[in-house]
């Protein structure tokens, strides 16, 4: 059954409320679509020092975390 819109909202909120702040290096939490599915997206201003982890799933929806630097307003 594909993950709908509803479901990566949720866990979206879920991933901002215990992951945002506590894990410095986090500066974007998304929801991308990947086929029929959503996906959480975190992004990163550096990698993740050893042994900081993010979740794989968030309330069974898939999590994608990519680097991606620091973000500046244009």
Do not use: F
């Amino acid at each position: 059954m594909p993950i709908t819109l509803d479901q990566a909202r949720s866990a979206k909120n879920d991933a901002l409320a215990t992951l945002y702040g506590v894990i410095p290096e986090i500066n974007g939490v998304g929801i991308t679509k990947v086929g029929d599915d959503y996906t959480i997206s975190i992004s990163l201003v550096a990698p993740l020092p050893p042994g900081v982890t993010i979740p794989s799933h968030i309330d069974g929806v898939p999590v994608v975390v990519k680097v991606v630097g620091p973000i500046r307003a244009l």
